[in-house]
């Protein structure tokens, strides 16, 4: 895509991208720090998407996920992928994951991602399959908790599958 700018936030940007996600995204200042909290450490990472100039789009990556199986496996979680609506269906979420599957290939074997059921999230789940990822095999999840047969669930944004994509190339 024409004007399209990839760029991973550096520890010292930090603050500058709290306020800016304050600004542009979260409108709260609280939950956009929150999401960068542990970038200063080295705990996460992630990359802005830029379309002249103009923020577009993220996806963060945390090198340990609190899904247990991903932490005893050396499994970073792509932890969140947006791209904001007048930007999709541009190639931008792919540009995003390319990204941030070069970097966790240069930690790990594998990279992980959550997606959820419902409608929305169509447009993920069909990303993520073409792009290798795998159910980890422990079926619905709400949240961290597989779903036992018979279960009563409310369809949200915890209702999701942990997915798993080698970055071997075997």
Known sequence: ????????????????????????????LDEARAHF???????????????????????????????????RNNIPLIHHLEVFAPY?????????????????????????????????YGPAQRLYAKRGYIPDGRGVCQAHRPLRRGETVTMDHDLILWLTKDLTGE
């Open 37 to 71: 909290a542990d970038h200063a450490d080295g705990g996460g990472d992630s990359f802005l998407a830029y379309v002249e100039g103009e923020l577009a789009g993220f996806v963060t990556i945390r090198w340990v996920s609190h899904n247990e199986q991903f932490r």
């Open 88 to 120: 999709q269906r541009r190639g931008i979420a792919s540009r995003l994951m390319d990204e941030a599957e070069r970097l966790i290939a240069t930690r790990a074997t594998q990279a992980g991602i959550t997606v959820g059921l419902f409608d929305a």
């Open 1 to 28: 895509m024409e004007g399209l700018q990839i760029k991973r936030v550096q520890p010292a940007e930090v603050d500058a991208v709290i306020d800016l996600f304050a600004r542009c995204y979260y409108g709260n």
